[in-house]
């Protein structure tokens, strides 16, 4: 249940919606695929993917012509969030745009975390309903190990005691 759990929580963490002034871009880092103003499919292929300090550059290139090609280069501020993002193409120029990560509408862009999750081959799972937000894979296996050692400390006391009272004097 708790790996289920994890993979559902895995895969909407790797999709990440970008809201920039020309659209809705989508990029999943780990298939390496990339949805351009909102399409849903053909994607583009990630290649040439580079992350020093506080850019990520990158080449996308269509699924259909490989030839098609964009330079990508996302800015992104000190927790690693996209916060700006540069599409150069050869014929079509350069867009460069501030970018959100939200619509501001939860409930869309889960929707979204969901369609676009599909597209990239995740297994179609609601995503867990959690209050104050998802938790993070690490959270979840910290949380499973305190649970699990105080269920053994608890045992361990239990046995203990156990003992104990086998060696007490009987009055």
Same mark, same amino acid.
């Given at each position: ?18 809201? /920039?002034?020309?659209?809705? !871009?989508?990029? +999943? *880092?780990?298939? @390496?695929? =990339? ?6 499919? %053909? ?58 990560? /939200?619509?501001?509408?939860? !409930?869309?862009? +889960? *929707?979204?975390? @969901?369609? =676009? ?6 297994? %179609? ?47």
């Amino acid at each position: 249940m708790l790996a289920l759990f994890t993979m559902a929580v895995g895969a909407s963490a790797q999709i990440q919606l970008l809201y /920039t002034d020309f659209g809705r !871009n989508v990029i +999943d *880092r780990n298939k @390496k695929l =990339f949805w351009m103003d909102g399409d849903s499919d %053909p994607c583009f292929d990630i290649q040439s993917y580079k992350k020093g300090g506080n850019k990520e550059v990158f080449v996308i290139s269509e699924k259909e012509d490989k030839n098609n090609k964009y330079k990508v280069t996302i800015i992104l501020d000190s927790k690693s969030t996209p916060i700006e993002i540069e599409l150069s193409h050869p014929r079509y120029g350069v867009q460069k745009s501030k970018v959100k990560t /939200t619509s501001g509408d939860k !409930n869309e862009d +889960d *929707r979204l975390y @969901k369609y =676009f999750g599909e597209l990239a081959g995740y297994p %179609p799972s609601a995503t867990p309903s959690v209050k104050g937000g998802v938790p993070t894979a690490k959270s979840v296996k910290e949380d499973a190990g305190k649970s699990a050692g105080a269920k053994v400390g608890d045992a361990a006391k239990s046995v203990v005691n156990k003992v104990k009272g086998l060696f007490k004097k009987k009055k």
